[in-house]
């Protein structure tokens, strides 16, 4: 009788009530909690010095998510001249499927559209069907095989590409 509707309107207002994903340039103080969840999501880890190196790197872009100022998800991306590299995107178990890698990879995107455009390019494991898919929604389209790129396992990687001017099918 009625008793259908507390729950739902509980948990709209939470989610109302919840601070909203923060995206920012990654700072020192983050390494730490960037490595775990490097540490977490990947079996061939980048080490703290090569993230540390990434903070002060003119060409790269460094990026984290934050939620209740936790930090959620980090990315990767170097841009030099025309052509720019997709290094790394990495979420939290907690906060996959919640859209923060997809906010992620817009934000290094509209870093990389500059009035010249860059080509961007990723390597993604041939297995990670999800990331594919995102990628292709942002106007990645599969360019090749890199045989044996990954270690831990060893897995060949999907080399993808995103040209100046292509149209992203947002699905």
Known sequence: MGGGARPFTR????HRLRPSLILRDAVVEELEAIVAIERVCFSDPWSVASFRQLLGATTAHFRVATRD???VGYAVATLIGEEAELANIAVTPEARRLGVGARLLDDLLAITDHPLGATVY???????????LLYRSRGF???GVRKGYYARPEEDAVVMRRTP???PSRA
Not at 11 to 14: G, N, Q, S, V, Y
Request: charged residues 35%; aromatic residues 0%; negative net charge.
């Open 11 to 14: 948990l709209r207002d939470e």
């Open 69 to 71: 100022e936790v930090v």
């Open 122 to 132: 990723l390597e993604v494991r041939a297995s990670n069907a999800p990331a594919q």
């Open 141 to 143: 389209e599969s360019v």
């Open 165 to 167: 001017g292509r149209s």
